[in-house]
């Protein structure tokens, strides 16, 4: 089944400091890759996603993902946090397997991300 | 810009009582989905739906709930004899395009439901 895993339960990083959020995946075939934010008391907020092409994709509030084929990971990351990065992260992937599939999201259960100031 | 919307914003009921929470997808999209987050745990897929019907759904999607477009815009989840375990937040989602695989699902802010 395809699935993803978010190591660290939380991160914490000082404002200015760059910002790096892990996520490894396991799919069976192309992989199609997500990075979604949660502030409290919030929906979720799409941030950027691989699809095909460039490795390195660029998203929202200046964050981006690498992606990489042979350590089957998609970081995401931002070169200098701000405070008000502060929020839950999710890393998902689109579970395609079984001919009845739909593209559901398979979630990673989020990072927390604390940026002090 | 766009967004999904969804109603209420929080709902408390008693156990065995329906509930119907409502979303408002995006007006141009085509797939539409409710996820659930049971407080401190991942989030969920419950079902997705396309051209008036269940296209998938977890085994979370029992016989108590259900989905429904009722006109061109709201997309509904009953829950008709809520329990207990029933109690989180609710999202809803919805995508556009023909590539299902590949579009950006976008969330609503949710329904938190607290069953006592």
């Known amino acids: 089944a395809q699935s993803v895993a978010q190591p660290e339960d939380q991160v914490n990083v000082a404002e200015g400091n760059p910002l790096t959020v892990k996520c490894t995946y396991s799919v069976s075939g192309n992989p199609y890759l997500f990075w979604y934010v949660q502030y409290p008391n919030r929906g979720l907020q799409f941030l950027l996603k691989?699809?095909?092409?460039?490795?390195l994709v660029k998203g929202s509030y200046g964050f981006e993902a690498e992606f990489n084929k042979s350590q089957t990971s998609f970081h995401l990351k931002k070169p200098s946090a701000l405070v008000s990065d502060s929020a839950l992260y999710f890393c998902?992937?689109?579970?395609?397997?079984?001919?009845?599939?739909?593209?559901?999201?398979?979630f990673g259960a989020g990072t927390q991300v604390v940026v002090t100031p | 810009e766009p967004e999904v919307t969804q109603t209420p914003s929080h709902q408390v009921t008693q156990m065995g009582q329906e509930v119907i929470l409502r979303c408002v997808p995006i007006?141009?999209?085509?797939?539409f989905y409710w996820y659930r987050q049971i407080l401190g745990q991942k989030v969920e897929f419950l079902v997705s739906?396309?051209?008036?019907?269940?296209?998938?759904k977890s085994e979370i999607f029992d016989d108590q709930f259900s989905v429904e477009r009722p006109d061109g815009s709201n997309f509904t989840l009953k829950i008709r004899s809520t329990k207990l375990e029933d109690s989180a937040m609710y999202f809803c989602?919805?995508?556009?395009?023909?590539?299902?695989?590949?579009?950006?699902?976008?969330f609503g802010p949710g329904t938190r439901l607290l069953v006592l």
């Open positions: 739906f396309y051209n008036n019907e269940i296209s998938e």
């Open positions: 007006s141009n999209h085509l797939y």
């Open positions: 691989y699809i095909t092409g460039d490795n």
């Open positions: 989602a919805s995508s556009g395009g023909l590539v299902v695989f590949q579009e950006t699902q976008y």
């Open positions: 998902a992937v689109r579970d395609i397997e079984g001919a009845d599939s739909w593209g559901k999201l398979q």
